[in-house]
């Protein structure tokens, strides 16, 4: 496996057994970066999502780039470090816009909104992912999503829309 596919290890990286029955990747929690392009107008147009690899949890589903926290990193930080390392994003190319916290009993997963200033392409730059793209804001819902993001993607879309 070339270097750039190594899978990116963090101190958080395991499974909690919530209180909500379910098991959750994150030791203390997890985020992922909803990264946004707008147009001329300052409309929303696309997304950042990624096609996780098939060995992953809900493997082969599209969800935004993102993983597991450390123990001494905030949502933000997590999710730019998680969106760098599977899909190329320069934390530099984005302005942080606000977060959506999902709160569980034992664990919590935070999207993190953003939005780019500068053109990019993102890329799949890990073995996580099968394929990273922008995606446009109408087409989400098209491709088989992970649940949780499929459950959260209308409000999700709702905070892109109202920018």
């Known amino acids: 496996m070339p270097p750039e596919a190594r899978r990116h290890r963090v101190p958080g990286d395991g499974w909690v057994t919530c209180g909500c029955g379910r098991r959750h990747w994150g030791l203390h929690g997890a985020a992922g970066l909803l990264l946004v392009r707008r ?22 589903t599209w969800a935004l780039p993102g993983g597991a926290r450390a123990e001494d990193e905030s949502p933000e930080q997590a ?3 998680e969106a760098q ?4 994003v320069d934390p530099g ?10 709160e569980h009993p034992d664990w919590s997963y935070t999207t993190v909104l953003a939005e780019t200033i500068v053109p990019f392409t993102p890329t799949a730059t890990d073995a996580e992912s099968i ?5 446009p804001l109408d087409q989400v819902e098209d ?21």
């Open 79 to 81: 999710a730019l470090r």
């Open 131 to 135: 394929e990273v793209a922008w995606v």
């Open 39 to 60: 147009d001329a107008t300052a409309r929303a147009t696309d997304v950042v999502l990624q096609h996780r690899a098939l060995w992953s949890d809900a493997g082969g």
């Open 93 to 102: 190319a984005v302005r942080l816009l606000g977060t959506h916290v999902l």
């Open 143 to 163: 491709r088989p999503l992970l649940p949780a993001f499929a459950d959260a993607w209308p409000t999700l879309r709702a905070r892109v829309d109202a920018g």
């Open 85 to 88: 390392e599977e899909a190329g």
